[in-house]
């Protein structure tokens, strides 16, 4: 019954920025830690940003101070402002609970930045 569903991915140029947006339903969502991750091709599946439902955040050494995270607590939905895109930020950005279930990951929005 839980069900993640990202959106707001694209293709950009570096120095752009794009805002992705987790949509969260199921049981007791809106209670628990929360978080992005990202993969690229060939490589593992790593946490990019996460909030804790108190407010606690933690992001990757690569996008700290680029990136933000945040939750609606009216729609419940998990927001990723990404500014100052790299080229190595390339990947399909993922949500999920913070530390993830397996049975969780959606199909994630891909994110391109092309130099």
């Known amino acids: 019954q839980v069900q993640f569903v990202e959106s707001g991915g694209g293709s950009v140029e570096p120095g752009e920025s794009l805002r992705l947006s987790c949509a969260a339903s199921g049981s007791d969502t809106k209670y628990k830690d929360m978080a992005w991750y990202r993969q690229s091709p060939g490589q593992p599946r790593d946490l990019v940003a996460g909030v804790r439902y108190v407010g606690l955040t933690e992001y990757a050494e690569s996008v700290k101070d680029r990136f933000a995270i945040w939750r609606n607590r009216g729609t419940n939905a998990v927001i990723l402002v990404m500014n100052d895109l790299k080229p190595e930020d390339t990947a399909v950005y993922y949500c999920?609970?913070?530390?993830?279930?397996?049975?969780?990951w959606g199909q994630g929005t891909q994110v391109t930045v092309f130099p």
């Open positions: 999920n609970t913070w530390p993830p279930r397996t049975e969780y």
